[in-house]
């Protein structure tokens, strides 16, 4: 069981990863989200299915308070890697269709799906459970036709890039002024990362992936690229930045804005960090770096 006010790290390779990063310009971290403690290390496996049976839909003053139903949620969320994402999915759906029974507790679920499993900062963070609770939320009843829309539109921008799927291709201007796509780096893994040159966080990440051994090697034996991209537009921000960038990796920016207007990539966190394999398939979408590090070394 996790309590809810003193969690510190959840693990769960591929699925669960720890997020700390810039929100678009700078993001703070949530004290909330992040002061958890992890009281056995692998929860016994439990029925999700039957997890809310002895749960009260209709009781609005257990939502007021977070040692009642934001603590069982919590607890709920992270029973999810030791069961079958099949399991999974209907277990998400199931919650969402008997909190319908109130709209004030409907709400709170709703809200509690996007705090632990869509915001950066929390240490559940999960896109892909996200999308079955977005999936389910674009077609419920008790939503309105507006906030069906709105939904519809999340579950859009979250599909895109995941895990297993071939990466968006997308131009970009080198640090020689060269014009190339990220396809051209087929052929070896490659780790992209999205940063953005304001971000103090991103400093200390660049840093950080600048002096990995790992990483540093699998350059040297060409076996893997690093491209880091500045897709927000303001190119003289872009050039200063330059210097920070090491020599071997390659330094890319978004002329047009495509990445951004088009809406090619779901950025909601700068860096935001993709793992390749040598067909620019996405072995790991947004993790932590030193997750993607782990990997690397792995393979």
Request: with cysteine.
């Amino acid at each position: 069981m996790i309590d809810l006010k003193k969690f510190k790290i959840v693990k769960h390779v591929l699925f669960l990863i720890v997020i700390c990063s810039c929100n678009q310009r700078e993001k703070h971290k949530d004290e909330k989200i992040n002061n958890f403690e992890l009281k056995q290390k692998e929860p016994k496996k439990t029925a999700l299915d039957t997890y809310w049976n002895d749960y009260s839909f209709t009781d609005t003053l257990a939502i007021k308070d977070p040692d009642v139903s934001e603590q069982r949620f919590v607890n709920f969320i992270s029973l999810f890697p030791y069961n079958d994402l099949k399991e999974v999915k209907a277990s998400i759906e199931n919650l969402l269709r008997l909190s319908e029974k109130n709209k004030k507790v409907f709400i709170f679920f709703k809200e509690q799906y996007a705090h632990y499993l869509a915001d950066p900062n929390s240490p559940l963070r999960n896109d892909l459970y996200y999308e079955y609770v977005l999936s389910y939320l674009a077609n419920s009843l008790a939503n309105t036709e507006t906030e069906r829309s709105r939904y519809q539109m999340q579950l859009e921008m979250i599909q895109k890039n995941q895990i297993g799927m071939q990466i968006t291709d997308f131009r970009y201007l080198d640090s020689k002024g060269n014009i190339k796509k990220l396809s051209d780096m087929t052929g070896k893994a490659c780790l992209l990362l999205f940063y953005d040159p304001s971000c103090p966080h991103c400093k200390d990440i660049l840093k950080e992936l600048k002096s990995s051994q790992v990483l540093n090697d699998l350059i040297s034996l060409q076996k893997l690229s690093v491209i880091a991209i500045d897709p927000l537009g303001d190119k003289a921000l872009w050039k200063e930045y330059q210097p920070l960038i090491p020599d071997n990796w390659i330094n890319g920016f978004d002329p047009n804005d495509m990445l951004i207007k088009g809406q090619l990539y779901s950025i909601n966190a700068y860096p935001t960090i993709y793992l390749l394999n040598n067909e620019g398939k996405i072995l790991l979408k947004d993790p932590d770096y030193q997750v993607a590090l782990d990997l690397l070394q792995r393979m």
